[in-house]
């Protein structure tokens, strides 16, 4: 994949995280990134074969007449007329870069072309540089500025030039290079007029410029000592951008650059990753109580094992018993994404007004039935018919001991069979009495759990989900970028 594709398809991506943001993204982060975005995407859409270099500048640091020097042509405005115009000049070594020129917005009057017939291959190194004059950054022309800011997103190499007196210049480190920390590769500065400087002081005075700039966080920017009156430097400034042109496009750089910007931009404003979603239980157990639930079903099972019991309806959820389990299960979700994401994930998480009402009549739908046991009925009715018939075994072995007892010598044992028969189905039917309670109570509870459930889970667990869905797509498509 060319610079050029791999960069588009990380633009690409950062564009349809905004998107898929929406406003889960602060506007003001959106339009930063969205402007700077558009003129990366504007940029490599004209090609990355030519360099745009710009000369950035305060009032009397020489850079119109280093802008001579460097393209051996008095074309730029220097001087007197320097600080009335806010117009940029052009210069552009092997031309082909009128598309260029009018995205930039360098009127037709302000170009011109190097590599003449008369240049023969002298300029050949530098052909695909497109070097501009802009305005004065510090001028009192609002409107200079304006041009500078506008510009400076659209260069691919920055070439700020300053000059032994104001070199330190709070306007312009403040104002511009402090906001530029991750775009060293597109920076050089030029210290000119060096000629006004004695020898011996030149090598403190550049260390001094280069202190400076790692002070605003620029680490390892050039720096080049020049004079455009006697050019010295300036076949070394040359020989320097002839490098930058034929060495990786500088506008895929600066591309890389800008994009880089974007993506520490949007770093803010989505989570290092998605919260676990915790499960309903927490919140079913809290429902569950709140309506009665376990209550119902120890009825249930006492009616179902035969006592006389009063079933109770099931109740109304309270609304705070709502708010307390809706607020305590969105709690450890909500407090790990940011801000924007956190207040979509309350929003789309159903209010504790339509839990509540969608628990009640979920609760509604459930059957509640105390049921006795057929097993305990039969065995009941089992040992009836079985003491009855060893009472009658017994009776009748007693009632012959006065006669010919001998006879029914087998009584007392078959009797006492019967008996034992009885007592063992008594019992069976006492153990089935209490297995069909205990059933009958856990098949209540399970089934208002699971209504409760349902609810908590369309009305949540759902939701949450989606928007958990949602901010790890976005998340992705950034890191996407990243890379």
């Known amino acids: 994949m060319s610079d050029e594709q791999d960069l588009t398809a990380r633009v690409d991506a950062l564009e349809r995280a905004v998107e ?7 506007p003001a982060v959106v339009a930063t990134v969205t402007t ?17 270099v710009a000369l950035v500048g305060g009032t009397g640091s020489g850079k119109s007449s280093l802008f001579n020097s460097v393209s051996k042509l008095q074309f730029a405005d220097v001087g007197v007329k320097r600080p009335t115009t806010s117009q940029v000049t052009a210069c552009v070594w092997g031309g082909d870069a009128g598309a260029l020129l009018d995205w930039l917005g360098v009127d037709g009057g302000r170009r011109i072309e190097r590599e003449s017939a008369l240049d023969g291959d002298t300029e050949v190194a530098l052909r695909g540089l497109v070097l501009l004059d802009l305005p004065d950054h510090d001028s009192i022309e609002p409107e200079h500025r304006a041009v500078v800011d506008r510009l400076l997103p659209q260069a691919d190499l920055l070439v700020f030039v300053v000059d032994p007196q104001k070199y330190a210049d709070d306007a312009l480190h403040t104002g511009y290079l402090q906001h530029l920390v991750g775009h060293e590769a597109s920076m050089l500065v030029v210290l000119n007029q060096i000629d006004t400087v004695p020898f011996e002081q030149r090598d403190g005075l550049i260390e001094d410029v280069s202190r400076l700039l790692a002070a605003d966080g620029l680490v390892d920017v050039p720096v080049v000592a020049v004079s455009a009156v006697n050019g010295t430097g300036i076949t070394e400034l040359r020989a320097g951008l002839a490098t930058a042109v034929a060495g990786r496009s500088l506008a895929a750089t600066r591309a890389a650059a800008g994009i880089g ?27 569950a109580d709140a309506a009665g639930l376990p209550s119902v079903a120890a009825a249930v099972g006492a009616a179902s094992r035969g006592k006389e019991t009063t079933i109770p309806a099931l109740g109304a959820v309270q609304g705070h018993a709502v708010g307390q389990a809706r607020s305590a299960w969105l709690a450890p979700l909500v407090g790990a994404l940011p801000a924007r994401w956190a207040r979509d994930l309350d929003a789309r998480v159903a209010p ?7 628990v009640q009549e979920a609760l509604a739908g459930v059957r509640i039935a105390a049921r ?11 040992a009836a018919v079985l003491a009855v018939l060893g009472i009658m075994v017994v009776a ?5 001991l006065a006669g010919d007892g001998d006879s029914y010598a087998w009584a007392p044992a078959v009797g006492a069979m019967l008996l034992v028969g009885a007592v063992a189905c008594w019992l069976g039917a006492a153990a089935a009495r209490r297995a069909a309670g205990r059933r009958r109570g856990e098949q209540t509870l399970r089934a208002g759990r699971s209504a409760i459930e349902d609810v908590a889970q369309r009305l949540l667990m759902d939701p949450a989900q989606e928007v958990l869905g949602e901010h790890r797509e976005v998340r992705e498509l950034v890191a996407t970028a990243r890379t």
């Open 396 to 400: 009748l072995w007693v009632g012959t």
């Open 36 to 52: 700077g975005l558009t003129g990366v995407h504007e940029r490599l859409a004209l090609g990355v074969d030519h360099t745009v």
């Open 261 to 287: 910007d974007a993506v520490r931009a949007l770093d803010t404003q989505v989570g290092e990753r998605e919260p676990s979603v915790l499960s309903v239980s927490g919140v079913v157990d809290t429902l």
């Open 372 to 382: 006795r046991s057929t097993a305990a009925v039969a065995l009941t009715v089992a």
């Open 352 to 358: 504790s007004e339509q839990i509540g009402a969608a």
């Open 20 to 26: 898929r943001a929406g406003d889960r993204f602060d």
